[in-house]
């Protein structure tokens, strides 16, 4: 009978781990256990943060529609209830890309609406 170390298949398991801690601090990108523990928690805040993201940018798109809307002697919350009473379907990221880029196609869509 033969003892099996797994040696060579175990080098190259903490190797692959450890060229995907590049980057990170002290142990963390050299002691495979602390590899293994950052990864984890790497994964973790990344997923979390691609959800937050969705909410940055629509808060991002509302604070420039508000701010554009507010010059005008509007309000936000107006202004939208006004857009879904009229049935007109552009959403707030396309709303505010128009208002930014396209000052003046932005005015006819306000009139558009308000009235």
């Given amino acids: ?20 801690a590049k980057g990170f601090r002290l142990g963390r990108s050299k002691v495979y256990k602390q590899v293994r523990l950052a990864l984890v928690k790497q994964g973790q805040h990344a997923y979390k943060n691609r959800k937050e993201k969705k909410r940055d940018f629509r808060k991002l798109w ?4 508000s701010a554009v809307i507010r ?3 509007s309000k936000y919350s107006i202004f ?31 009139e558009e609406i308000v009235k």
């Fill in 62 to 65: 509302i604070e420039r529609l």
């Fill in 1 to 20: 009978m033969v003892r099996v170390k797994n040696g060579l298949q175990r080098q190259r398991r903490h190797k692959k781990f450890i060229k995907l």
């Fill in 80 to 110: 939208i209830a006004q857009m879904t009473n009229k049935d007109i379907l552009l959403d707030r990221k396309v709303m505010s890309n128009i208002a930014v880029a396209f000052p003046t196609v932005f005015d006819k869509v306000y």
């Fill in 71 to 73: 010059e005008k002697g």
